[in-house]
DNA sequence: TAGATTGTTAATCGATTAACAATC
DNA sequence: TAGATTGTTAATCGATTAACAATC
């Protein structure tokens, strides 16, 4: 089993994917530390810490070869396969990360989309169909569904947590304010958008 | 001029507010910081930490008077006076923050919605007529609006950004990945809604 | 060799938590 | 008074950054 990577060094991992990624084909086969560093506005011994974590591949004088370490990232951040995620509740937030292209980036595809609402059951958003939340037990266990984004309205949020659990799911990408309980063995990562909003509020207040 | 209050701090006050503002009308007039630390499962002397930067309420024995608590967050998180933002970017995220109630809970108002896609200019999205780009510079100094939320895609949003500072915006909350340059006296939020997904795929591709 | 660059060990920093004195 | 609760000072913890030895 390979060491765990600290969450603020796992968070950074995609923005050097992307920007190596990024880089102009024609450009050095290999690349140093410090200027990944100075391109995304980091410290150059943070990006060799991070960079330590999943490759080997860095050599003095040098620096790390991007196609390799492009793979190594990719390995670590399991974008080797595919995995599916089911989207409950396809409301106003809902369609939008229907439409967010940076799930692929990740390698999540949203399998299916669920929503209570007899109004939105059948329509097609994005290409694909909403389905009842009655077979997400039925449906997610058929299709190996491993991610669960919870999109519905707070109060439900528990409840359609509880039924995805049930249905085998592994990881859910919690994007209502409520607090959720779920068995040790699933991951539950919170997304609260407004978090942040307190933040601008006061520096508006002190900024007359 | 009031001690600013650390990131960490002022994330949690929103969540020491809406529990506060749910109690029953029959409750008790005072709550302890343990009661408040458990029902939030945070630590007791972090909440006490957290509302002395707030408050000098607090009283041995009795607790904080859920009133004046109340108040004085609502003061220092700058609830007290609406504040005007224009967002800018109709698309699918955009509208679902126009949906979004909880800007109302931070008293921020988007009184105006700009985009520069011609079939979307005129439209009426949640009672919000959608106005031409071309007039931010225009409207935003008129309106006083001091907030801008941009929900364009990534390669416009530094544009985007200096015509909102340049109408006066004094902060600018950004839901694109772009890197944004502005002047020391904006303050800028990224929220990147992504980001965390790499947690998740780590959990998933080691738990088979 | 000289010097650029990596990787490691130690120092710093900020936030959280523990211990405890003050107080009602 | 006794004991619950606040607020403060000190310890801990995790992450970042600095210093530096190893290496190509």
């Not at 024609?26 to 391109?39: F, K, P, R, W």
């Not at 007899?118 to 491993?146: A, F, P």
């Not at 919870?150 to 592994?170: F, S």
Request: proline fraction near 4%; charged fraction near 25%; include cysteine.
């Amino acid at each position: 089993m390979l060491d765990p990577i600290p969450a603020p060094t796992l968070r950074r991992l995609p923005l050097y994917l992307s920007y190596l990624k990024a880089l102009p084909k024609d450009s050095l086969a290999n690349i140093s530390s410090t200027v990944i560093a100075s391109e995304l506005e980091l410290n150059d011994v943070q990006v060799r810490k991070d960079l330590a974590a999943i490759t080997d591949g860095g050599r003095p004088r040098i620096g790390y070869a991007v196609k390799e370490l492009v793979a190594d990232l990719e390995e670590r951040l399991g974008y080797r396969d595919v995995k599916s995620a089911a989207l409950v509740g396809a409301g106003s937030l809902g369609r939008a990360l229907l439409a967010y292209e940076n799930f692929s980036e990740h390698q999540f595809d949203i399998a299916v989309a669920f929503d209570s609402d007899e109004s939105v059951i059948g329509m097609q958003i994005r290409g694909k169909r909403v389905i009842s939340s009655d077979k997400i037990e039925n449906l997610c266990g058929r299709m190996k569904i491993r991610l669960g984004i919870i999109t519905v309205p707070e109060r439900e949020a528990q409840e359609i947590c509880d039924r995805l659990v049930g249905a085998g799911v592994l990881a859910i990408w919690n994007l209502t304010s409520a607090k959720l309980s779920v068995p040790e063995c699933v991951m539950v990562i919170n997304e609260r958008i407004g978090d942040a909003l307190p933040l601008l509020s006061q520096h508006l207040t002190e900024n007359i």
